[in-house]
Each structure stands twice: as C-alpha cells, then as structure tokens.
C-alpha cells in the first residue's frame, strides 16, 4: 500500500469538500492540500427538486469534477475506507494517507435499503425519488403522464439533505394535475415520519395555509417501512400507537432514509448519532482538535443544506487556519469564528412561487430581504431557478461566496 502526506486532507468532493479546498488553497502552499474523491462528477443537487417537476434539464446540474479542483489541489481519486484521527491518517482502497489536519466533508448516505421494497420499487414507472440524478428525470415523467388517482409524497425520520426538497416536488405535482385537469379525480397525499410540516412556526403557517388551500392531505407521524410496487401498497408504522397501515397509491415519490456514512459511523471520530461529532459553533472536533467537519456528514443540528454549507465554510477555514498557526487562545482571548446554525430552504411551492426559510440553531429568523419571505414570491422563485445556480457554480466553488 502506497503512502502519502499532505499538510490538510479534505475528505469527500462534494459542495462541502470543493469549497473548503478552494479558500484553503488561497493561503497554504501549492502541493499542501489533497482532495479524496472518487466521482468523476460533480452534481447541483438543489436543481433537483425542479428537474423533476419538468422546469430544469439535468445537464445544468452537473459538471465534470476535473473542472472544480482548485489549482494547487491535488485529487485523490479515490474512496475512504477507514478514518484513524489517533494515527492521523487514512486508507482509501489504494493509499494510506497522513495528515497534519483532516477536514471531513464525506457528505450523507442515502439508504435506499431502508425501506423494504423500495430499490425494486424504483425500477417500476410509478415510484421515483429525486434524491437521486438517477431518478430525477423518470420524476417527471411519472408526474407528466399521471391521470388520476393518489399521489404519494413521503419524508423519513431521519436527518435527510435538504429537508424541504420532498414537499416541494409535491407542489409542483400538484400544479401540474391541476394544468392537466387531472386534479379533480386525484387525491395528493403526504405523509411524514416527524410532527411537524417545517421547523420554524412562521413558514410552517404559510405552508398549511397553501396545504389546506390545495386540498393535500397530510399524516403526520407515520414512517413508511415498507413499499410494494407491484400491488402498488405502502406500509407505514404510525409513530403514536405503533400500528401498521397499509395505504393504496397510483404514484409515489419516496424520500428514502439517511444515514451518516460508513466509514464515518465506523470511526472514532463518529459520536452517538454516527456522524462526525463537532463543536457546533467552532466546527472543531470534540475529542481530536486537528479534525474538522461540516456540511452533511458533520452532526451539527442545523438543516443540511447547501446555504448551510455556505456560512460553515469561511467559519471552518478562519479557525482550521488558526489552529495551524496557534491563533485558537491568545491571552485567553479566542480568534475562532462562530457558526450560529444558519441555515436555508428554498420552498418551491409551485410554478413561479416560492417561500425562502432562513433562520439559525434557535430558529431564530435570520432573513436576508426586506420583506415578509413567508409570502410565496415569484421573485424568490427565480432567485432560486436561475441566480443560485450561478451563485454555486461561479461563486461557492470558486471560494468567493
């Protein structure tokens, strides 16, 4: 096995790993930073939600990863098989590599075996899931060609990447029954594992308003285990009385289970709920104080979301730079930033409409705008469909947003 050295090591090459790289290699020497990423693309997961609702080509979301490497990076192209902060050090299916600092951005595991049917499932015309470039197209055909019936949205118990995405694709479902005149003989059902329909009162208000308004029926707190797709039956357990219901469906997008990734929940930097345990102001581990992480993979108790990503990343490279150079504690004063849990979801809830959530760790409002972003607005709409995409691929992953 082959060994190597580096002064920062970036594990994972997702919007976490590309950012980070991109300012770090603005102050540290060329040759001093490596990047760990096995895939040859780089996919704009937000753009999504709208390819599968038919406004978005899947061509815009993706660009070669070669593409975003920033000068001076090296690319290990390659996976992580085991994370050893003791020995500062760790494999990939090639390599051992050594690090002087280790900056965990492995991103969040998509457990489409957590549902009992469901990767059969999906290989069928009527169950897709945008959580996947694989099925995002196939979404909105499902949608397209639908012609009645019930239509199934579903959103898991667990942390999930952009938690507003699996009820935005059922708005604009639910807009394009309407333009097919299909509405009146279908029913749009959604159905979650947790209690509440978003976090934060004020937004969540704005969102029942437009549920009840659209006539979309909700069960809260009933977890999908298990989908059959050739009888076209999902099981649920309902969280209050521990029952099994069986529910009937023509349709069904399916937001799948999520998990911290193996080779994180499998290593000591992991804390009790298997993601890397993190400071969650400073970014800083808890126990190892040359590892960072942010982004998905981190346990920071914020909504995993690209703007999350956005804000912890200038935190992350101000107090990683400090603690190289011994600026954490002097004179008892400390030079590391503080991330307050910023965070941002979009919530598309139609053609040309949109809700822009933005609050922190309290879920405090934290809004960018001078207006009320709990009103469905068509200029937020096209901020999200056409400038942070730009923003993202100009800005973000260039270091300079």
Not at 300 to 320: D, E
Not at 349 to 357: C, D, F, N
Not at 368 to 375: I, L, M, V, Y
Request: hydrophobic share 40%; with cysteine; net charge positive.
């Amino acid at each position: 096995m082959a060994k190597q050295h580096f002064k920062v090591l970036i594990a994972g090459g997702g919007t976490a790993g590309i950012c980070v790289a991109a300012r770090l290699a603005r102050q540290l020497p060329v040759g001093s930073i490596a990047l760990v990423e096995p895939a040859a693309t780089h996919w704009y997961q937000p753009l999504f939600t709208l390819v599968g609702g038919g406004a978005a080509s899947l061509s815009e979301a993706s660009r070669p990863m070669s593409s975003l490497i920033p000068d001076g990076v090296t690319w290990i192209r390659d996976s992580v098989t085991a994370i050893e902060p003791e020995q500062n050090k760790i494999n990939t299916t090639r390599d051992e590599i050594t690090y002087d600092y280790l900056v965990v951005a492995l991103g969040i595991k998509v457990d489409w075996a957590g549902i009992q049917g469901l990767q059969e499932a999906l290989t069928t015309d009527h169950v897709s899931s945008n959580y996947s470039e694989k099925y995002a197209e196939k979404t909105w055909r499902m949608i397209d060609t639908f012609k009645g019936g019930t239509a199934l949205f579903t959103f898991p118990g667990t942390p999930v990447k952009c938690a507003g995405a699996p009820q935005k694709i059922m708005y604009l479902a639910e807009e394009t029954f309407r333009r097919h005149n299909v509405r009146s003989n279908s029913k749009v059902l959604f159905t979650s594992a947790i209690d509440k329909i978003f976090t934060v009162k004020k937004y969540a208000d704005s969102l029942w308003k437009i549920i009840n308004e659209r006539n979309i029926e909700v069960k809260l707190r009933h977890e999908l285990v298990a989908i059959d797709a050739r009888n076209k039956v999902a099981t649920y357990k309902n969280l209050d009385d521990q029952t099994q219901i069986e529910v009937s469906f023509d349709i069904a997008h399916v937001t799948p289970p999520m998990t911290a990734p193996d080779v994180v929940r499998a290593s000591k930097i992991a804390g009790p709920t298997g993601f890397a345990e993190v400071d969650k102001h400073s970014l800083r581990h808890v126990r190892y104080g040359n590892v960072f992480a942010l982004g998905d993979a981190s346990n920071l108790p914020t909504s995993k979301t690209g703007a999350a990503i956005r804000k912890q990343v200038p935190v992350l490279v101000n107090n990683l730079i400090a603690v190289m150079n011994r600026l954490d504690s002097k004179d008892g004063i400390s030079s590391l930033k503080k991330y307050d849990g910023y965070t941002s979801c979009p919530l598309v809830t139609g053609y040309g409409k949109l809700i822009l959530a933005e609050f922190d760790y309290d879920l405090n409002l934290n809004e960018t705008f001078p207006f009320d972003q709990s009103k469905e607005r068509a200029s937020m709409y096209y901020l999200k469909r056409y400038a942070l995409p730009q923003l993202y691929w100009h800005g973000m992953l260039r270091g300079r947003a």
